[in-house]
């Protein structure tokens, strides 16, 4: 669990459970949009689609796939309390159109909507995924043939590609280390 | 000069509607004043042609041309059909009918009661009617009395006409409504779903975007570049954008739907295949007589 999370949910920011259309997308989207600013210690927002019955994939795309896009790097938003797959079909045509991944966990287990990670990535991915927070060196230690440098690169191209998070830590010698943490 | 359609005595759709537009017949050309549109005795208009037809015939008697429809077998035939569908509520008050408008509105009296058809709705810039997806999918849902895999089609049909109707208010730009209907055919084994506008067009309001971010794909073909807009999505707004035709193929392709797209002066019937829309290129059109806006029909085969 992730101490810096907050659960939103969708449908307080939308008129109707039904969410149609770029200008609804919009609206909403400004709405999200104040509630994140308005709480700018929160690293990871867990967005619940409770409640929210349809999304077509435009309003999908202009609400959290582009608030995910917005705050890539800094902020990570993913989805929960989701169990339509059609839903999840809409959010995943959206992501994939604007090149963002978003997670999606149910019962524990999460998965990535829109991109995955190139085929090199995907075992950090996946490390990174087991765990609420990692360094790379832990990844070059549990990874045959890593080098720090190597899996360092992986990360934070991870990172730069929206599957992440990062923030700074102090590392053992007293420089700069990264702290790599999964959405949600 | 009078521009006279005279359609055949049998089941009119969208292919049979553009083999009656053919000829020297030019409805939106310079030298037609008039015209008049003929349905005789044993003409059944569907859905996909019905929708077609409304928009052709609100553009001309917008472009001030007298408009004239003469049913020769008058409320007993398919007039009767179309008044249950709503057409006379949609159609300009200038246009003449024979034997004579109708004396009341079918859809209002009937509307939704018939499971096998959602009347065709106003898609009108100035009232967005958020319940009309719904509707539409609603009805989808009542065709199939509670079949297997229903919900999933619903949720498909959902999505396209969110979709599609969404890009009706963003970028058709015209003062004329777009109309939208659906007609469940014999069983419920197949479903049409008709979308149509009378806006600039989408290969219009898409050129000029690409004439400068993407001139290799402003060099195809209206009908090269509209497969490629139902396959990647292009918009022009640039990329981010521009889902929404591309998410309804991808739905409608999960159904083996075939896809008819009519534009300004071409059209082309797209089916599915391995990487998605491809053109069934025995059936691409062009040079057609001019139609403004941009006429789309989805057919379901649910057997």
């Known amino acids: 669990m992730n101490e810096n999370a907050v659960v939103i949910k969708l449908r307080d920011f939308m008129n109707s459970p039904e969410g149609w259309g770029r200008d609804q997308g919009r609206e909403v989207h400004r709405r999200l949009i104040d509630f994140v600013e308005a709480n700018p210690g929160v690293m990871i927002f867990k967005v619940s689609l409770e409640g929210v019955e349809r999304v077509d994939i435009s309003f999908a795309s202009e609400t959290v796939v582009e608030l995910a896009r917005r705050y890539r790097g800094s902020k990570g938003f993913c989805f929960i309390d989701i169990d339509d797959p059609d839903m999840v079909e809409n959010w995943d045509a959206a992501a994939s159109r604007k090149d963002q991944p978003i997670m999606v966990w149910e019962k524990g287990k999460g998965r990535v909507l829109g991109v995955a990670p190139s085929q090199g990535n995907l075992a950090a991915f996946k490390f990174a995924l087991g765990r609420p927070r990692t360094r790379a060196a832990e990844f070059a230690i549990a990874e045959e043939k890593m080098t720090i440098a190597n899996a360092s690169t992986k990360f934070k191209q991870l990172c730069e590609q929206g599957f992440l998070l990062r923030r700074d830590d102090v590392a053992e010698s007293g420089g700069v280390e990264y702290v790599y943490s999964r959405i949600g | ?303």
């Open chain 2, 1 to 303: 000069m009078i521009c006279q359609i005279n359609f055949p005595s049998e089941w009119i759709n969208a292919s049979a509607l553009e083999k009656a537009l053919r000829g020297d017949r030019e409805p939106h050309g310079k030298n037609s004043y008039e015209v008049r549109f003929l349905f005789p005795v044993g003409c059944k208009i569907m859905v996909d042609a019905a929708v077609r037809l409304l928009s052709l015939i609100n553009q001309l008697d917008y472009c001030s041309r007298r408009v004239r429809l003469e049913f020769e077998e008058g409320e007993i035939g398919t007039m009767g059909y179309l008044n249950r569908m709503g057409f006379f509520d949609c159609l300009s008050k200038n246009v003449d009918v024979l034997p004579g408008w109708p004396t009341y509105s079918g859809a209002s009296m009937y509307g939704g009661s018939n499971t096998r058809l959602v009347e065709i709705a106003r898609i009108s810039p100035e009232a967005r009617d958020l319940t009309l997806p719904t509707r539409l999918a609603d009805a989808v849902v009542r065709s199939r009395k509670r079949r297997k895999g229903t919900r999933g089609i619903k949720w498909a049909a959902w999505t396209i006409f969110a979709e599609l109707i969404d890009n009706i208010f963003s970028h058709s730009q015209t003062p004329l409504d777009g109309y939208a209907a659906l007609q469940v055919y014999p069983k419920g084994e197949s479903i049409m779903v008709a979308v149509s506008d009378s806006g600039l067009g989408i290969m219009e309001t898409l050129r000029p975007a690409l004439a400068t971010e993407s001139p290799a794909r402003n060099r195809l073909s209206d009908i090269d570049l509209l497969v490629e807009i139902f396959r990647e999505g292009i918009s022009r707004h640039g990329t981010g954008r521009g889902c929404g035709l591309k998410g309804s193929a991808a739905k409608a392709i999960k159904y083996n739907a075939d896809l008819d797209v009519r534009l300004p002066m071409n059209r082309v019937l797209l089916v599915p295949g391995q990487e998605g829309y491809r053109p069934n290129t025995a059936y691409c059109y062009a040079n057609l007589p001019l139609v403004w806006g941009t006429h789309i029909c989805f057919t379901f085969h649910l057997a």
